[in-house]
């Protein structure tokens, strides 16, 4: 029997979800425009998204690739709402074993 919060999907029980105020009280406070937020555990790209909002750059890492969708849909999404210059770009990994 699952809980009622157990997500059904290996993708979606390895995304921590949080509101996005968490992530942009803690941008804002730790960073200034202009600056680059580094983000080791990319998800589905919440940090990067709002680092876009907030006028900030991003650079993440995920070693899912499954998540790579969801993550260039929500930097999409932070960069229309910004107007600016996004470009998402999908390094995969090699020489490493698991």
Known sequence: MRAVRQR???A???????????VTRLVR????????????FL????????????GRNSVGYELDEALTPLIRKN??????????????EIAKRTGFQT
């Open 12 to 22: 979606a029980r390895r995304i921590a979800a949080y509101p996005d105020e968490i």
């Open 8 to 10: 059904s999907t290996l």
């Open 29 to 40: 406070m730790f960073s200034v425009e202009g600056d680059t937020v580094l983000d080791p």
């Open 75 to 88: 930097v999409a999404l932070g960069s229309s709402q910004k107007q600016g210059n996004c470009r998402v």
């Open 43 to 54: 998800g589905s790209g919440t940090t990067a998204r709002v680092a876009i909002q907030t």
